[in-house]
T-cell receptor
Framework: GEDVEQSLFLSVREGDSSVINCTYT??????LYWYKQEPGAGLQLLTY?????DMKQDQRLTVLLNKKDKHLSLRIADTQTGDSAIYFC?????????????FGQGTTLQVKP | GAGVSQSPSNKVTEKGKDVELRCDPI?????LYWYRQSLGQGLEFLIY????????KSGLPSDRFSAERTGGSVSTLTIQRTQQEDSAVYLC??????????FGEGSRLTVL
């Protein structure tokens, strides 16, 4: 069935780049997403990419998509302590653009000063 | 309101009791979703309402779970005869035509 996998934990130093990786199984997914969850808060959409794109850049965020390998990554440049949070990768369920998403387990990003 | 509002924020109940969780979506959003986040797990889709269409209930884990959306706005998720494995954070989200999900802060359910 559909599945999304992420590593559970990443620790970086402030100012370094962070790369969070994700693999997915549903090749028909049209959209892939990165959500951020700060402690005690709801999830917030960070960015998304259409499946026909290879890369999307948005300020400090770069999303890379390798559709052949079904691999998605999120790079955060110049990581700050405020970036400490749980990051969820998600794929749309099938080819529709609904909010019915398949989420990974989340990667906890720890940023050390 | 400005965002998705959920209540209660915390609920502790005894095994076997029924619970109701409420979600007030962003005004004007036509789609409403319920997800469940168990400890150490990703979000699990439960149910999806879109306008006046029949809801997509494909994620509900058992017939003890049900949800309704009255007047196309507020939604209530009901869990009957709660079990300890129902303990989780229940997240509600709404979206407009863009498809972007806006999440509430969740209702943390603990079943003793």
């Amino acid at each position: 069935g559909e599945d999304v996998e992420q590593s559970l934990f990443l620790s970086v130093r402030e100012g370094d780049s962070s790369v969070i990786n994700c693999t997915y199984t549903d090749s028909s997914s049209t959209y892939l997403y990165w959500y951020k969850q700060e402690p005690g808060a709801g999830l917030q959409l960070l960015t998304y990419i259409f499946s026909n794109m290879d890369m999307k850049q948005d300020q400090r965020l770069t999303v890379l998509l390798n559709k052949k390998d079904k691999h998605l990554s999120l790079r955060i440049a110049d990581t700050q302590t405020g970036d400490s949070a749980i990051y969820f990768c998600a794929e749309s369920s099938g080819s529709s653009n609904t909010g019915k998403l398949i989420f990974g387990q989340g990667t906890t990003l720890q940023v050390k000063p | 309101g400005a965002g998705v509002s959920q209540s209660p924020s915390n609920k502790v109940t005894e095994k076997g009791k029924d619970v109701e969780l409420r979600c007030d979506p962003i005004s004007g959003h036509t789609a409403l979703y319920w997800y469940r986040q168990s400890l150490g797990q990703g979000l699990e889709f439960l149910i999806y309402f879109q306008g006046n269409s029949a809801p997509d209930k494909s994620g509900l884990p058992s017939d003890r779970f049900s949800a309704e959306r009255t007047g196309g706005s507020v939604s209530t998720l009901t869990i009957q005869r709660t079990q300890q494995e129902d303990s989780a954070v229940y997240l509600c989200a709404s979206s407009s035509y863009t498809g972007e999900l806006f999440f509430g802060e969740g209702s943390r359910l603990t079943v003793l």
